[in-house]
């Protein structure tokens, strides 16, 4: 359903939601209405940026509990008006628009820390919490997170939990879905529930990994507890140029194979080596630049990068960038992504993040830039692997074009074919859809195609916890409205 | 338009989510318009769309900012020192809007008062004018609490009350009145021929340094913030201070940290050996209520109302606060914080 404002139907719908959360915390003027038509999917920010107006909500309302969630979660099914969870906007993927307009659910006025509980080590908040606030939050207690992904200040970990949302430390303490350890859901329907106390249990399958990467189309996560870590002795890096990125893997997949703990490691291929690492971090080199960390006991750490060094030196390493060049890597991690360091218009690009095992991401990364490069002659690919675990990795593929078609319908149709064809090209090879950043509008039309006969699965389980199809329709391949 | 001086900083900011944890306002109201992003956005679209500059929603959350150079603080941080000016932005933007003719009732309200009220009155003589803007009036705590740290120090002074000294004008967007204001003001001050200008607040100090350089308005004294020529008294021996021995959270300013990246205020507090204790979780966040607004509390009383209950909320029992203005520290007081000015802990400091 769509509201027109000058109709009394919009109105009955404003004074219910006003009775829901209270008249301060519904919006439906246009400054928040710009804001939230765009997140951090390229489409909509061109579209804004020739001047068109993109999608915009009728409504931005912000709950202040889980009670007034399922308030709002009932209006919304009474009318079968569309609801989109809003965290921080900053998702990649275009999950968070209202494309359907409808009610936005903005969560960040559900930001509290309710408790952190010093003998189990873990965190229980609301989900509108920004990620930084928490961490902070924490830190202050003597503990932390250990979630630090590049949006730590931009994102809630509601919008991390939707997305299965990872950390630049995520090797050693895992992507968000590893720290859960249960969740509060308000279904579509307006129920409030609970999952299992315990991660770890074998009471019937997992409900809380059924709600994790939902995007907001399962229902509103409206608290977790979140496993936390005493903070480290001593946290130390290292890097290493190599002189091609097959050598740097083999290096980087025997870190893993040798079951030390690193915290993180990273590889660029040389396109970003040459680009990215020379302008953040100054460091000029022709070849594939590695950098791993270790963390815990200064001891501990110690004889492991003792140990990692070793194994780096034996896979022939073109030069030992030594400690300060990693240490330079952490101390910078977060530049990357601030304006004029990440890419912005006019250029066009996307992450085309993917995993694969180690006997696959080598053949995934290489059918992806050939893809992209022979298709696309004027684009440019990079990549870098992040997020390892002891069965293989993550490549976080960029293409750039330096500049996209003026016209905006041109645009789209161009930047959608290059996600079509890398994307089918990584699956192809051994990938996935997508590794941390979602599926949401840009992906949707992907999941048929690689589920297969599981996709009715989903769909039977999206059915039965929202049969008037209110939450966040036309996302992770599901039906629009 | 004015803002199209700032069209680097529209470009930077319109799509970057990155500083959004520091939108004070934006912390209290959870709107995506209240952060830099979201302002950026607005600017930009009017950039395109110049007819939308006159939209009354557009219009609203461009006054409802709380100017906070906390956002900025962090950009540079980033770009060694040199980050995008979204503050700028915001003024640009109200600039056009005053221009424009769109400016609320309520604002062209507030400027047409700080307009009429200038009768510069001086008082005393001696090597200081101390300058009383209406903020620090309004706090006759913080005034006397000068006055007795200024006597104690044998330092003769005057003071010039009676005016708005051109910042408030132009926080609201009103640049040649501001500009005006700033004359005479100067001419009053120059005309004294004290060499030394002394302000209470953070506000005063950012204008009387840069914007009146800025506007090319000459001041003849040297621009002195309390705390810091505190200190100075301090170190030639002309003050004492007993050590305070206690713990307490100062605030920082808005304008001392962020804009004029003045440390007075931390070096008078250990001078006092009063324990800074950090504020809430971290350093980064401004905890001024819109101290960077400077009218905030009468544009938007509800709003400055949040963020005060907001701050005063995150006070740790028996940990008092330190705000460098009187602005801050009245509107955390009606939170019910416990709240002293730098002025007035530097008092009761005194032997
Ligand atoms: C500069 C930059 C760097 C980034 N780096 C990383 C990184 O290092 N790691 C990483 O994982 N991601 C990264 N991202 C992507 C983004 O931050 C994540 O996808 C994040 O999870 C989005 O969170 P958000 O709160 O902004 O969610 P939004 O964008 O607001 O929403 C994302 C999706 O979650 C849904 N949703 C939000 N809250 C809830 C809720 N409470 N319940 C149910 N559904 C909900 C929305 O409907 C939407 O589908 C980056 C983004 C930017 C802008
Ligand atoms: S001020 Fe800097 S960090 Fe903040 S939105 Fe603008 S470019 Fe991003």
Redesign the interface.
Known sequence: MQLAKDNYMYQMVRCELVDAVGREFV?S????G???S?D?YWIP?MW?DR?GAPQRPDF?V?PGSSEEVAKVLKIANQYKIPVTP?G???GSQGGALPVYGGIIL?M??MNKVIEIDERTLSVTCET?I?A??LE??V??AGYSTMHFPA?I???TIGGFLAHRGTGVLSTKYGKIEDMVMSLEVVTPTGEIIHTLPVPRHASGPDLTMLFLGSEGTLGVMTKVTLKIHPIPESRKFHAFLFPDMHTAMTAGAGLMHSRLQPCAIRLYDGPETARLIKRVLGIDRVGAYLVFGFDGPEKIVDLQMERACEICRAAGPKEDLGTESGEAWWRNR??F????Y?F??PQAFGTLDTVATFSKIEDVYWAMKKTVEENFPEANFIGHFSHWYDWGCMLYARFIFEKAPEDPAEAAALYNRVWDLAIRAAIGAGGVINAHHGVGLRLGRLMQERYGPAMTVLEGVKKQLDPNNIMNPGKLGFKGV | MQINQFNEVI????????????SAVGLVS????D?P??RA??A??IR??PEELG?P??V??IYRSDLSGANRFH?DG??DGSG?DEVGLQLALRRDIVEAGFAPESVKAIAAEFQSSENWSIEGSGEVLYFIDPCTAARPDTTAAVAKVLNRAGVPFATIRGGCIGKALAVLGFASEAETAMRKFAAAVNATGIKTLLVSSPAAADALRNDFKTAGVELKPEVRFTAGYFVELAEKGKLRFSTRNFAASYLASDYLKNYLRCDCAEKLLALLGIENRQF???PEESFTAGEGALVLARLHPELAKQLAARIAARAEPGIPLITASAYTADLLAAAGADVSTLDEVAAEALC
């Open positions: 919006n003027g246009d400054a928040d710009l804001g939230h765009i951090y920010e804004h001047g931005v912000h809003w921080g906007g900053s903005d960040k006025r509108g920004n930084q606030h902070w939050a830190e202050k949006s200040a931009c994102a977060y530049k992504f601030y304006p004029p990440m912005h218009m | 470009s930077a900011c319109r799509f970057c989510f990155m500083c959004r944890h520091l959870c709107r995506e318009s952060t992003r979201g956005l607005i930009d679209r395109m769309h939209n929603d557009f609203d959350t950009c980033y770009h995008y809430g979780t971290n």
